[in-house]
């Protein structure tokens, strides 16, 4: 069994908790947070994820300068990221798809669903 690395980044305390749980029931998975942009940038670099869950609102970094920072350092560049976001109308998934996400989960997220989203992210580009 393959060993992925998850970084779910989420400025709420409570949703990175969530997430966290939910997608420990993968057993595939090993699962790090954060709570900022800037703390993302920094586990990433350190830990290479195999997969990035990346809330689009944040104070501070939101994702979209989050994304853009990772695809700058050649660390974390090639690094999936899926934004996680209440902002799912056509045109707003169509921006963060030009921004270079790979895909976007609506929020709030089903967590009993969420292992599995992220696993098809992982193995999309595999088949």
């Known amino acids: 069994m393959t060993d ?3 970084l779910y980044v989420d400025d709420e305390d409570d949703i990175r908790e969530i997430a966290e749980m939910a997608l420990a029931l993968e057993p595939a998975f090993r699962v790090a947070t954060a709570a900022s942009g800037a703390e993302a940038l920094e586990r990433a670099r350190g830990e ?3 997969l990035i869950l990346l809330d689009v ?3 501070g970094m939101d994702g979209p300068a989050t994304l853009s ?3 700058d350092d050649e660390t974390t560049s090639g ?3 899926v934004f996680i976001t209440a902002r799912t ?3 707003e998934v169509e921006r963060f798809l030009a921004l270079g996400a790979v ?3 609506a929020k709030p997220f089903d967590p009993m669903a969420l292992a599995g989203e992220a696993m098809r992210y992982l193995t999309a580009g595999r088949d």
């Open 69 to 71: 920072s990772l695809r």
């Open 103 to 105: 895909g976007v989960i």
């Open 89 to 91: 109308q056509a045109h």
């Open 79 to 81: 690094v999936p990221v």
């Open 4 to 6: 992925h690395l998850i």
């Open 48 to 50: 290479r994820p195999d």
């Open 57 to 59: 609102m944040m104070p």
